[in-house]
């Protein structure tokens, strides 16, 4: 019981013992020799004076109790809150970004405020300026600061971020966020590999044909970079007479000649003409 609680206490309890100690609360007490009418009357007095009593014992401790509680309740803390970047946020390796936090006092005055920025696994990500710890200083009830760290992405993985704010007597408070460093598959197009013609020529038509492979990077050096390719037939030679695996044929008729015939053992000459290297013969009547 704290001192100014027993110090009410003791007065009430003393005032209502002495008022029971009256000449004739205390013989009614006793031995109760008085005339009814006069206990009755002073009865009355006993019992208004016992529930004064309980009264005042409840403001004074009840409503002191609950004082009590909700001064108890608006306590001093620290608040910290990471706002930036965003929770499972992706940056690429060697890349830096920026913590930014914001630090809250509440309560009341906040004295030598320090936030520390910390990772895991400790090693992957790095802080340029070797400044893990930020001195915030004093800081007035509802007041608010940022503080930011510059950090880089050294080697792949996936890390937590954490910033913890301390202040003498004050219980730390903390937040945190992951973050993902990555390599991406393919920065440019040559990264996917080396485009070209592939494979041997061949034949459409009358035509010889080669492939041609494409290779690209889709969304380049990002997190979701990803590399595909395209094959695409290019004519390489229209043919004059034909495509033979993969090469025009030359003139089937160079060099042939057709030599002269007899109609139905006539003596009459027909001349021959060559087609796709074979003699044919016009016979008329």
């Excluded at 001192?3 to 209502?16: A, D, N, T, V």
């Excluded at 200083?137 to 940022?146: A, D, F, Q, S």
């Excluded at 937590?160 to 219980?171: D, G, N, Q």
Aim: aromatic share 10%; proline share 4%; with cysteine.
């Amino acid at each position: 019981m704290s001192p100014e609680k027993k110090h009410i206490f003791l007065f009430y309890s003393k005032s209502i013992k002495n008022l029971y100690s009256e000449k004739y609360l205390y013989q009614f007490a006793k031995n109760q020799s008085m005339p009814n009418e006069e206990q009755k009357y002073h009865l009355g007095w006993l019992v208004l004076i016992l529930i004064i009593g309980i009264a005042i014992g409840y403001i004074a401790f009840g409503s002191s109790g609950i004082t009590g509680q909700a001064t108890a309740a608006k306590q001093t803390t620290t608040a910290t809150k990471i706002i930036n970047p965003a929770y499972g946020s992706n940056f690429k390796e060697g890349e830096t970004f920026t913590v930014l936090a914001s630090i809250g006092c509440s309560g009341k005055k906040c004295n030598a405020v320090k936030s520390l920025i910390t990772f895991n696994p400790t090693s992957g990500l790095r802080l340029p300026n070797n400044d893990a710890t930020h001195s915030i200083g004093t800081m007035l009830e509802g007041e608010t600061k940022l503080t930011s760290w510059l950090v880089s992405g050294a080697s792949k993985g996936a890390y937590t971020v954490t910033v913890t704010t301390t202040s003498p007597s004050l219980s730390k408070s903390n937040d945190l966020i992951s973050v993902n460093v990555y390599v991406p598959i393919c920065n440019a197009h040559s990264d996917c590999g080396t485009s070209g013609y592939v494979g041997p020529n061949y034949c459409i038509g009358k035509a010889v044909y080669k492939d041609y492979v494409t290779y690209t990077c889709n969304l380049a050096g990002t997190v979701n970079a990803y590399c595909t390719s395209s094959t695409t037939p290019i004519i390489q030679e229209a043919c004059a007479y034909a495509c033979l695996n993969g090469a025009c044929t030359t003139d089937p008729c160079a060099g042939v000649t057709c030599p002269v015939k007899c109609l139905n053992n006539r003596t009459m000459q027909i001349n021959g003409i060559c087609n796709n290297g074979i003699c044919q013969y016009n016979y008329q009547n």
